[in-house]
């Protein structure tokens, strides 16, 4: 009985996280549902097969959720926006005359 209760909320966990990607178009939350619901089916096996085997199995999956978890909260490298470069020679860059005395002749 644990047993599909576990692939149940193991196969909830991928559908709800793709429902989450496609819907939003957030991968990072669509990630972390799955691994919260994910975290969720490594206690209920730990629950019903309380050996060695499912410790190590609810620890591993806790551990990657956790790794996993710090990795998406830090903003991807690409997100910011950079600014160009500066030149060498910022002759080019000054600002032109705006009076209308350039070009007279006389004075």
Known sequence: MMGALVTAVTALA????????????????????????????GVLRLAGEPGWNGLAGAAAIIALRQLLGVALSRPP???????????????????????????KAGG
């Open 14 to 41: 991928l559908v709800a996280g793709v429902v989450t990607v496609l819907s939003t178009g957030a991968l990072r939350s669509g990630v972390r549902i799955l691994l919260d619901l994910l975290t969720a089916a």
């Open 77 to 103: 490298p690409w997100s910011g926006r950079q600014s160009r470069a500066r030149c060498a020679d910022d002759d080019h860059h000054l600002p032109l005359a705006s009076t209308g005395e350039i070009g």
